[in-house]
């Protein structure tokens, strides 16, 4: 291969990646999603009362977002919760839950330790068609 292919070769590759940058860039989502967690290890004798999550959703573009709370799911260890419908659709709305306006952000948090009774290593994710957050992961001991 000669030195003129070989810069052909390397000035492709690179504009290919720098279309590829380019259109994961532009689809960033609009909402920012987050979640987080009291404490990383409860006990079982206490996690009832002790462990409670954290939601926040803040709206990254320049249009109101509806963020439809009530389709979004959390999932358990990847097995969708049984009890996140009834949480999140009768739980108490925070401002912002219907229409979200650019900028803004919504926080709100839910007492769930009778989800998570059980001794073990817990995996938990809230995501809907329109945001994602990361996993977050805590452990239940078994009670002494």
Not at 48 to 56: C, E, K, P, R
Request: glycine fraction near 6%.
């Amino acid at each position: 291969m000669n030195s003129l292919s070989l810069c052909l070769l390397i000035l492709g590759t690179i504009a290919s990646m720098n279309h590829a940058l380019k259109e994961n860039h532009s689809k960033k989502r609009a909402l920012w999603a987050a979640m987080s967690i009291n404490e990383p290890v409860f006990d079982e004798a206490s996690v009832n009362v002790n462990l409670s999550i954290s939601f926040a959703l803040v709206n990254d573009s320049s249009e109101s977002i509806k963020p439809a709370l009530e389709s979004s799911m959390l999932l358990v260890n990847g097995k969708e919760s049984e009890n996140w419908k009834l949480s999140i659709g009768q739980g108490i709305q925070p401002q912002y839950a219907d229409l979200l306006p650019p900028g803004t952000h919504l926080v709100f948090g839910y007492a769930m330790g009778k989800e998570f009774a059980k001794p073990g290593i817990y995996r938990v994710q809230w995501k809907s068609a329109s945001f994602e957050t990361k996993e977050i992961v805590f452990r239940v001991l078994p009670a002494r």
